[in-house]
């Protein structure tokens, strides 16, 4: 189980790279309209990444505390999930725990990938996946631990394109075409919830945060603390 950062442009290593990640969040539209007014913008954002799909499984305890720690605005909170890539959802191949951190405004994450872990939806539920999550971590007993504390609460799915400022500063990421399932249901795709909102992610440095104020401008949507996981769990379960 190696240790990686999850990024399509730079392959450094997690945990030493706190950043601003500010959402904004269109309602309904379309993605490629959303995509022309990005690389309009004056910092000249260009694709550097081929569209991919993203699916996950999200992990809490029985107190569901990852979902409230961030409804109520913890400042030191966090969430786990398993992350995959690929149109056919019910086959998870490479997938990473990703442990995202959050202090106050700016975030981490921790991933670990599990080269050559092949598992089948269709065959294994998200139960059965996160059983097999324990037995491949025991390498790592802090996380072999974290997960055993844990049950599958959320799966969902979403599009994304990857784009880049021409001084390299700043990323946006568009999210679309969301998916929400509930990993209680016999046969996940059964519980299927889409929603039409499109999400943009700003992601830069701490130093970079007073000339990302310029491009949050030009996006035109309002700035939101927008979290896939809460909105999942609010339309699974509506907790809150």
């Known amino acids: ?43 000249a954002f260009n694709e550097v990444f081929h569209r991919r799909k993203i699916n996950n499984i999200y992990f809490d305890d029985s107190n569901y505390s990852f979902f409230k720690q961030n409804v109520e605005g913890v400042a030191n909170r966090k969430k786990i999930r398993l992350r995959w890539y690929g149109d056919n959802t019910s086959q998870i191949q490479n997938p990473t725990i990703e442990i995202k951190k959050k202090i ?55 599009e994304r394109r990857y784009f880049l400022s021409f001084c390299g500063r700043f990323r946006i990421t568009v999210d679309y075409n969301q998916n929400f399932y509930n990993p209680n249901y016999t046969d996940y795709k059964n519980s299927n919830i889409p929603i039409d909102e499109i999400v943009v992610e700003l992601k830069y440095s701490r130093e970079n945060d007073g000339d990302a104020r310029q491009i949050a401008q030009q996006i035109g949507a309002r700035l939101s603390k927008n979290s896939k996981y809460v909105m999942g769990i609010n339309l699974l379960y509506q907790l809150v």
């Open 104 to 158: 106050g405004e700016i975030g981490d994450k921790d991933s670990y990938r599990l080269e050559g872990q092949t598992l089948n939806l269709n065959l294994l539920g998200p139960f059965d996946v996160h059983t097999a999550l324990i037995e491949n971590s025991k390498q790592n007993r802090p996380l072999h631990y974290t997960l055993q504390a844990l049950h599958p609460t959320l799966m969902n799915t979403y």
């Open 1 to 43: 189980m190696e240790k990686v950062a999850d990024n399509p442009t730079n392959n450094v290593l997690a945990g030493t790279n706190y950043r601003f990640e500010r959402k904004f969040v269109f309602p309904k539209g379309d993605a490629e309209d959303i995509v022309r007014r990005i690389q309009l913008n004056s910092y």
